[in-house]
């Protein structure tokens, strides 16, 4: 629900980070949008917001709970339920696809065998894998693979995805239609979507909150004060540069 936020930060700060600290509060169904021209600030900035990487200072809430207090059940708890993933995330080697996705879903105790099956024939379908999905991954395309790791998270049932660069590992004609999945997914499951990219495009159109990433500074942007209106060069030419750039990550 709106009163409870999914991710809260308050003057979070990534560590060897040179930009301000972040203040931020995520709901479900929400679409977060970081962009700006440092790739190596937004992922170390989204992997701080996701807990992979501790905070250099300030607080990081999931759920209403700070990380620093997790045991161990909290945190495989929150692996499956703020799903981080990046262009190469690693999937089971000696597993096709099928098996990538049933198998953590086994494991975790989620449902039964016939409705994972179900459940992962169909998330296989809609995120349009491609075809041999029955060979090992080392023999699919990484556009494959990288589609077989968000269906593995999504058969978690997630509350938040957390996407480094998603278009990055995809072939241009590709890139639409696993955005309409992404939407779809936020729609249909009421998940939390926060995204590093540089397909200014989509964040334009679909984005309840866009962070932009300055030399120095953070910048945060929502409906009701549009990137579109800022005043400021630097984001004025970064916009110019990638608004046309269907290539982009």
Same mark, same amino acid.
């Given at each position: ?12 700060? &990534? ?8 203040? @931020? *509060? #995520? ?20 992997? *701080?917001? &996701?807990? $992979?990487?501790? /905070? ?13 207090? %997790?045991? +161990? ?7 499956? +339920?703020? #799903? ?5 995330? /690693? $999937? ?12 953590? /879903? ?21 995120? +349009? /894998? ?7 991954? &080392? ?11 968000? &269906? ?7 509350? #938040? ?5 998603? %278009? ?12 309409? %999945?992404? @939407? ?8 939390? @979507? $926060? @995204? ?22 953070? %910048? ?7 990137? +579109?209106?800022? *005043?400021? #060069?630097? $984001? ?14």
């Amino acid at each position: 629900m709106k009163n409870n936020p999914l991710i809260h930060c308050t003057q979070l700060l &990534a560590k060897h980070s040179t930009t301000s600290e972040l203040n @931020l *509060t #995520a709901h479900a169904g929400n679409i977060i949008s970081i962009i700006g021209q440092d790739q190596e600030s937004k992922s170390n900035l989204l992997k *701080t917001i &996701a807990a $992979i990487t501790e /905070a250099e200072s300030g607080h990081l809430y999931l759920a209403g709970r700070e990380p620093t207090q %997790f045991n +161990q059940d909290d945190w495989v708890n929150t692996r499956t +339920q703020f #799903a981080y993933i990046h262009a190469d995330t /690693a $999937i089971l080697s000696a597993a096709n696809a099928l098996q990538n996705l049933m198998l953590p /879903a086994v494991y975790h105790h989620l449902g039964s065998s016939d409705d994972n099956m179900k459940k992962a024939q169909q998330l296989l379908h809609d995120i +349009q /894998a491609g075809e041999n999905l029955e060979l090992l991954p &080392a023999y699919l395309r990484k556009e494959q693979r990288y589609k077989i790791a968000v &269906a593995r998270a999504l058969m978690l049932n997630p509350q #938040a995805l957390l996407l480094d660069s998603p %278009f990055s590992a995809l072939e241009l004609t590709s890139i639409e239609p696993f955005q309409k %999945f992404l @939407l779809n997914q936020v729609k249909d499951r009421n998940i939390l @979507l $926060i @995204l590093v990219t540089h397909n200014v495009s989509f964040a334009l159109k679909y984005s309840d909150q866009i962070i932009y990433l300055s030399g120095q500074q953070i %910048f945060k942007f929502d409906k009701d004060k549009r990137i +579109q209106d800022c *005043t400021n #060069a630097e $984001i004025n030419n970064y916009l110019s540069m990638l608004a046309n750039n269907i290539n982009s990550k």
